[in-house]
């Protein structure tokens, strides 16, 4: 079973399209994460939710929306696709949130693709 | 400038050798992270360290708080050590930072 999915992993689109990341942890974590690594390799933290409440809003542009149904769950929405969105998603959990958190564990990645 | 410095940003090895890579850091911290980026893509934490020294089979991570620096070794390096491998900090502010990474490459 894997521990973090994400899906889908390839998501190819057009600009001004609104499309959604799903992600999904089953080791019973309180924390999920959004980060985003662009075509330089650089990774960077978008969103982190504890318990289902939104605790680090890095920024980013208001099109893209995390939405938490429940503490496993923690999905990406972006509206309005643009070009520069085209990067891998990865989605992340850890047992608690900031620096008492224990080991993260990373979804496999989504690569979108705005053409 | 980057919070996260990470140097080499890249490294060619011989197989066996010893390697160790730096990651200094800017910002008070409550952890830091040493994660592996897979050639295919996916991500695994290798150690999160407050303070002192962790060490798992051949990878040993030890960080300085006062000197706001952190090490990785591999000890007899591997081609299948060949990865990116990422720092990372959680700032006291419940800020999060990642370094640029380092690239490894393990020459049989």
């Known amino acids: 079973d894997t521990a973090v999915s994400q899906t889908p992993k390839y998501l190819v689109t057009q600009m001004g399209n609104d499309k959604s990341i799903k992600c999904e942890q089953n080791?019973?974590?309180?924390?999920m994460y959004w980060y985003k690594q662009d075509s330089k390799k650089f990774l960077k933290i978008m969103f982190s939710?504890?318990?289902?409440?939104?605790?680090i809003n890095e920024t980013v542009p208001n099109r893209f929306s995390p939405k938490s149904p429940d503490k496993a769950h923690l999905n990406l929405h972006i509206n309005s696709l643009e070009l520069g969105d085209s990067a891998v998603y990865f989605c992340?959990?850890?047992?608690?949130?900031?620096?008492?958190?224990?080991?993260?564990?990373f979804g496999e990645g989504s690569r979108l693709t705005v053409l | 400038k980057n919070e996260v410095e990470q140097s080499p940003q890249n490294l060619t090895a011989q197989e066996e050798e010893f390697i160790t890579i730096n990651c200094s850091y800017s910002?008070?911290?409550?952890?830091l992270h040493w994660l592996q980026q897979h050639p295919g893509g996916g991500i695994v934490s290798l150690f999160m360290l407050s303070s002192g020294k962790k060490k798992h089979g051949r990878l040993i991570a030890t960080i300085n708080i006062q000197e706001k620096h952190s090490s990785l070794h591999i000890t007899a390096s591997h081609p299948r050590d060949s990865a990116v491998y990422i720092c990372a900090v959680w700032g006291t502010g419940n800020q999060f930072y990642f370094g640029t990474g380092t690239s490894l490459t393990v020459i049989p």
């Open positions: 939710y504890n318990n289902k409440e939104l605790i």
């Open positions: 080791l019973g974590h309180d924390t």
């Open positions: 910002v008070g911290i409550s952890a």
């Open positions: 992340a959990s850890s047992r608690v949130a900031g620096g008492f958190t224990g080991e993260l564990f």
